[in-house]
C-alpha cells in the first residue's frame, strides 16, 4: 500500500519521550518541555531526528512534515537516511525578526533538496505565540516566494475562547486577516474550529488543509477533537499526524489511523463515521494533499513517486481478512510493516533498517540526556498562556 | 512483567474478525453477529480458539476470561496450548432452563482443569437476555456450588435507560435484587452503571469486580465508557478487556491498557487520571482480582504462579526511557512481547509460538468460512432489543 505520511510531528523530540507524563498542556510546556528545550544543541535535534525517522520508517511512515528548530540537521538526516519530508523552522515573536528570517532562509535553502524528497515550509509556531504583523509579513513572504505555511491554530477550544475575549475573534480568523488564508496552509490540530470559521476556511483562496493527531487531544484532556466531517463537509482535506513523541509517546501513524476512525465515531455518536476505508484515505491521499504533494504521493500508481510499504497480514491478530480495509486500520500494527520504500529506494527490509544505525543513536542520545534534561537553570522559552518570553 | 489478563472476551469469535463493520450494535448483532452465530459448530469453536489463543500469547496475554458456546472445545484448546483461562458457557434465556443447566456443567466439569489453569464461572449473558428467575436461579447455584459468575450487565447508557423504562430499575439492581451481588461476580463493560448503582455495588456482599474494553465502546459510539474512578473510589476492581475480535477487531490488551488510560483522561477532562502506573495496576492486580485470581496472579512474586512476558524496548519507538510505565504502556506495543510463560512454560520464544500451528488454524478456518458466513437461512439467535426469540 502507498507509504503513510505524517503530517505534523516535531521530530527530534522523540529524545522526550515520556518526559512530562501526565500533565495538563501548561504544565508540560512551561514546566518541562520549554525548559528543557531551551537546552537544544544542533547534536542533540540531529540525534533525535536520526531515531524519529528509524521509528517512523519501521512504522510504515514514508513522508513527515517537521516544525521544529535547528532544522539544517533534521534536513541532513532526512538527505542521509532516505526519507521524504516537509521541513519547517519554527518561530515566535519572543525571537523578534530574525525569528521569520531565519524561517525563510532555510525554507529557500532546502527547497528541492535531497534530490527533490525535501520541501519547505515557513513555520510560525501558531497565532497565540507569534503575533498578527509577524503573521502577515509571513503570508507575504509566502506569496513572494511561492511556498506553503505550516503552524499550529485553534489547537484547542480553549485557545479559540482565549482569542476571543483578547482580540474578538477565532485563531482561524486571525489567519484570515493576515492573509494566511490566501496562501497554502497547513493547520496542526484545529481541535478549536468552531462553527463559524468554517464558512471562513471555506472562503480561503489558498490551499488550506488540517492535520489531526488524536491521542494528543485525549492525553491532555480536550474536550474535543478536530471536526473532520464538517471540515470534509467543506472539501478542506485532513491529514493524519502524531505531533511530537513528548506529547503523543510515539510517531506511529498506524494508530492514528485507528484512533482516527474511533475517535470520530465517539464524538459524532454516529458508528458509520468514519469507516476504516475513509480512514485510509486520510492516511493516504488527503494526507498528501495535505503536505501539497496530492499529485505526487498518497497512492499506488502510473506518475506517483514510489514510495510505499510491504504489509505482513498471515499473523494471527490479522486473520482472517473479511473486510481488507477493516484489517489494515483496526487489525494491524505499525510492526506489521516488513518493507518501507520510499522514492523507489529500500529503506527497511524484513523489518531491517538499512539506512539507520539505532543502537549508536540511542547511546549517544543517552550520554546527552542529563544536559538536555537540566532545569536548574529556570530558563524556559516562554510563556504559554501569555506567549511573553519567560 | 506480569502477563497481561485479558478479563472479558469470546475468543472463538476472532473468525468474525472484519465481518461487522461500521455499524450500530443492533444491526451487528441481529443483521450479522446472530444469523452467522447461528451456523457455529464445535470445531468453528475449536479453531477460533486456537486463533485467538495465538494472538494473545503473542500480546504477551498469560490469562483470559472467556464467554462462549461450546466451550469444551475452548478448555480443550486452553489444555492443549498452555495457557491460563476462566471460562463459563453463555446461556439466554431463550434456551429454556436447558441454557443455565449446561452452563453449570460446564463450570463443574471443567473447574479446576489443565493442571490448575483453568478456573470456571456460571455465564448468564446479561440481564436483557436473561430473565429474573433465571439471573435469581443462577445465583443460587453459584452460592451452592461454590462459583462466581461472568456476566454483561449495564453494557451502555441506553440499556440503562431501557431497564429503568421496562422496570423501574437499573441493570446493577437487576443484579442486586436476583441475589447476584452476593456472588462473586464479573461485570462486562458497566458503561451504563450511573450514581445511583455506585451504593448497590458497594453494598454488595460478594466481591465484585467491572471488566472494560474501550475500544469497542468508541466504535460503537457510546455516550459513555466505564466509570473506572468512580469503581475505584468503592473499592471495586477494573480488569482490562478486549471483549470479541468481531468487534473490537483484536484481542490486544497491551491496545486496552494504552486506551484506557487516554479515554479516561478524555471523560474526566483530567490529564492527571489516570496514569500509566495505574494503567499498569489494572492490566496486572487489578484484573487478577477481577478473575478472581488476585492472590495468584498479576505480580512478580513469591509463592505467584509464572505467568510473566518478556518485553524488548530497545526499538527506536521505546527509546529513550525516561518512565517505564509510561514507555510500556503508551510506546511499547503488544509486539514487543517477545517471549510469554504461563505457569512456568515458555508458550512463546523470541516470537516464536511453540505450541500452537497458526498456518494450519487459518488453512481449514478459510475452508469453513463460506458455511459460517451464511445468512441465506434468515435464522438468528434472538432480537437485541427485546431479547425474544427472532
Chains 1, 2 share one sequence.
Not at 501548561?26 to 533525535?48: H, I, M
Not at 515573536?93 to 532562509?105: A, D
Request: glycine letters at 10%; a negative charge.
Amino acid at each position: 500500500m502507498p507509504g503513510l505520511i505524517n503530517c505534523h510531528t516535531h521530530a527530534p523530540m522523540v529524545a522526550l519521550r515520556g518526559v512530562a507524563e501526565d500533565l495538563p498542556i501548561e504544565e508540560w510546556f512551561n514546566d518541562v518541555v520549554w525548559p528543557v528545550e531551551s537546552n537544544l544543541t544542533g547534536r542533540d535535534v540531529e540525534l533525535g531526528a536520526r531515531l524519529a525517522c528509524a521509528e517512523m520508517i519501521r512504522g510504515g511512515v514514508t513522508c513527515f512534515a517537521d516544525h521544529y528548530f535547528a532544522m539544517d540537521a533534521v534536513a541532513a538526516v532526512v538527505e542521509e537516511c532516505g526519507i521524504r519530508a516537509h521541513l519547517g523552522e519554527a518561530y515566535f515573536s519572543s525571537q523578534g525578526p530574525r525569528g521569520r528570517e531565519r524561517s525563510l532562509e532555510f525554507a529557500l535553502r532546502h527547497r528541492g533538496g535531497a534530490g527533490g524528497r525535501i520541501t519547505t515550509a515557513l513555520a510560525p509556531h501558531a497565532p497565540y505565540t507569534v503575533d498578527d504583523a509577524d503573521l502577515t509579513a509571513t503570508a507575504e513572504l509566502a506569496r513572494t516566494h511561492g511556498l506553503p505555511v505550516h503552524l499550529h491554530a485553534a489547537e484547542n477550544r480553549d485557545q479559540t475562547d482565549v482569542s476571543l475575549d483578547r482580540h474578538g475573534v477565532t485563531p482561524i480568523e486571525v489567519l484570515r486577516r493576515t492573509g494566511l488564508l490566501d496562501t497554502d496552509v497547513l493547520i496542526a490540530h484545529g481541535t478549536g474550529i468552531v462553527e463559524r470559521d468554517l464558512a471562513v476556511l471555506e472562503g480561503a483562496t489558498g490551499r488550506v488543509a488540517v492535520a489531526t493527531a488524536p491521542r494528543g487531544y485525549l492525553r491532555f484532556a480536550w474536550p474535543t477533537t478536530t471536526p473532520i466531517r464538517a471540515l470534509n463537509d467543506i472539501g478542506v482535506p485532513v491529514g493524519l499526524a502524531t505531533d511530537g513523541a513528548a506529547s503523543n509517546n510515539s510517531l506511529d501513524v498506524w494508530e492514528s489511523m485507528a484512533l482516527t476512525a474511533l475517535i470520530q465515531k465517539q464524538t459524532t455518536g454516529d458508528p458509520r463515521w468514519l469507516t476504516s476505508r475513509q480512514a485510509l484515505h486520510h492516511a493516504t491521499l488527503q494526507s498528501a494533499r495535505a503536505v501539497g504533494l496530492g499529485g505526487t504521493l498518497g497512492a499506488l500508481a502510473p506518475g506517483r513517486r514510489a514510495d510505499l510499504v510491504l504489509v505482513d497480514l498471515t499473523g494471527p491478530h490479522t486473520q482472517p481478512v473479511h473486510d481488507l480495509a477493516a484489517t489494515l486500520v483496526h487489525s494491524a500494527r505499525s510492526c506489521d510493516v516488513t518493507t518501507t520504500i520510499v522514492d523507489g529506494r529500500v529503506l527497511m527490509r524484513d523489518r531491517e533498517l538499512l539506512t539507520l544505525d539505532v543502537p549508536a543513536v540511542v547511546r549517544e542520545l543517552g550520554e546527552r540526556m542529563p544536559a538536555l534534561l537540566d532545569r536548574g537553570h529556570g530558563r524556559r522559552i516562554q510563556d504559554y498562556k501569555t506567549g511573553k518570553p519567560a
